[in-house]
């Protein structure tokens, strides 16, 4: 059968819809990152699936209609190759922080002794360490995480973050996610890694009857600006007075709003983390405020 790569290149806040698209119709996705604000993504089709296309091609002219967008290709796999494999091709080791290895679980590696190994299929949810965002999360929680913690990671995706603090010694997580895509690949994720029993995985965001006030060590929120902004309010009361919000997912033009309105909401920003055109913040609840 002869497969296709279908791919667009979009800016970074239009990979949910376009995402979706590929989910839906598509074989496999992957993402790549092409800059500060563009992602390329692909996705894969046999020839006969023409009602699958174009289902996608309509999609991605609705959305045009709000922000122009690249050019949907369609281009065909070499005869020998097939979509099973085409997709993971864009997925390879990563090495971050003092002792992080990313590793896709189709990728043979022999871990060093101080090697802290975490192991994923992304699926086809946001989350593999290779954007500016994740990376900065897991060198921030590198630095921050304690054995024993309990944590609350909002926006899981893959689970990428949430799999890193169960490998450090969290004593549980909470992940919450509103995507069902990202509930099911996380799900997976944590069931063949082992760690279930550490997670308690919830679709939904806060407030949440899950998460507890004084309850969290640390916070994970790797989201977007404007969900950060909207949601510090509900973040502050569930960190006991020690606790650390990493957030994550802010643009560097977004970067004085996010501060601003994390301040109000009752955090100090103690720390940045910038990579490329991104930047997170590590914060602490302010004692004055609380």
Request: with cysteine.
């Amino acid at each position: 059968m002869q497969w296709h790569e279908i791919s667009i290149e979009i800016p970074y806040e239009y990979v949910e819809p376009i995402s979706y698209l590929f989910d839906r119709y598509g074989h496999g996705m992957s993402m790549e990152i092409l800059g500060s604000d563009k992602v390329m993504l692909r996705t894969y089709l046999p020839s006969t699936s023409r009602q699958r296309l174009a289902h996608i091609e309509v999609g991605v002219k609705l959305t045009s209609l709000i922000q122009p967008l690249g050019e949907l290709k369609n281009e065909p796999l070499p005869p020998d190759e097939d979509w099973q494999n085409a997709w993971k091709s864009h997925f390879n080791l990563l090495k971050l922080g003092q002792h992080l290895i990313i590793k896709p679980s189709w990728i043979e590696y022999q871990a060093e002794p101080d090697d802290l190994v975490i192991e994923l299929d992304p699926g086809m949810a946001f989350g593999t360490g290779y954007h500016p965002t994740t990376y900065t999360c897991l060198e921030a929680l590198e630095n921050l995480i304690e054995p024993g913690m309990r944590v609350l990671d909002l926006g899981v995706g893959s689970g990428i973050l949430t799999i890193a603090a169960a490998k450090m010694g969290a004593k549980n997580v909470l992940a919450l996610d509103i995507d069902s895509v990202a509930i099911k690949a996380a799900r997976q994720n944590f069931r063949r890694l082992g760690i279930l029993q550490q997670v308690t995985l919830v679709q939904g965001t806060l407030p949440n009857p899950q998460a507890r006030p004084g309850e969290f060590d640390l916070i994970m929120a790797n989201i977007s600006s404007r969900a950060i902004r909207e949601r510090g309010a509900h973040m502050l009361p569930l960190l006991n007075d020690q606790g650390a919000l990493i957030a994550s997912g802010i643009i560097n033009d977004q970067a004085q709003e996010t501060e601003e309105a994390l301040e109000q909401a009752g955090f100090v920003v103690q720390n940045t983390w910038p990579k490329d055109d991104w930047v997170t913040l590590v914060c602490r609840p302010n004692s004055i405020s609380v």
